[in-house]
C-alpha cells in the first residue's frame, strides 16, 4: 500500500514538471522592433534607415528610420537576429548578426540603434504608462 501511494504520487508529480515543461516551450513572446533614436544613461543611439531585419532566417520586416513595429511572436529559447542597414537604392551597406535567448525577463523591445552600435543591452522591457 505505502509503495503503491509513493509510486502515484511520484507520477503526479513527473505530470507537473512536465506540463510545467511543455507550457514553457510553447509560450510566445511579443516582441517590438524600434528603429528609433535611443538614449541609454547619457549615450544617445541615433536610428539608421532603412533597416532589414531578419529573425531565425524567417521573418522580415523593413523598418524605415523613426519607426517602430509590432514584430513578431517567437518561442521560448535561442534565436538569432540579422539587421541589414540599406542605402536608399535597398543595397545592403552593413550587417550586424546576433544570438540571443528569450524566457520572459529579457523585455519585449528591441532597439535596432542600440544593437547596431555594439550595446550589450539591446532588448528592454517597454514602461507602459
Do not use: C
Request: glycine share 8%; aromatic share 8%; proline share 2%.
Amino acid at each position: 500500500m505505502k509503495k503503491r501511494l509513493i509510486m502515484q504520487i511520484g507520477l503526479v508529480v513527473l505530470l507537473i514538471v512536465i506540463s510545467i515543461f511543455l507550457y514553457r516551450i510553447g509560450k510566445g513572446f511579443q516582441l517590438i522592433v524600434e528603429n528609433k533614436n535611443f538614449t541609454l544613461g547619457d549615450i544617445v543611439y541615433e536610428a539608421e534607415g532603412p533597416v532589414r531585419v531578419t529573425f531565425d532566417d524567417e521573418i522580415q520586416l523593413d523598418l524605415k528610420k523613426n519607426r517602430a513595429d509590432l514584430a513578431i511572436l517567437v518561442g521560448y529559447g535561442k534565436h538569432k537576429i540579422k539587421v541589414e542597414v540599406l542605402d536608399n537604392n535597398g543595397n545592403t551597406i552593413r550587417t550586424v548578426e546576433k544570438t540571443f535567448s528569450l524566457s520572459g525577463k529579457e523585455g519585449d523591445l528591441v532597439s535596432i540603434p542600440a544593437l547596431l552600435n555594439g550595446s550589450d543591452k539591446w532588448i528592454f522591457r517597454r514602461n507602459v504608462t
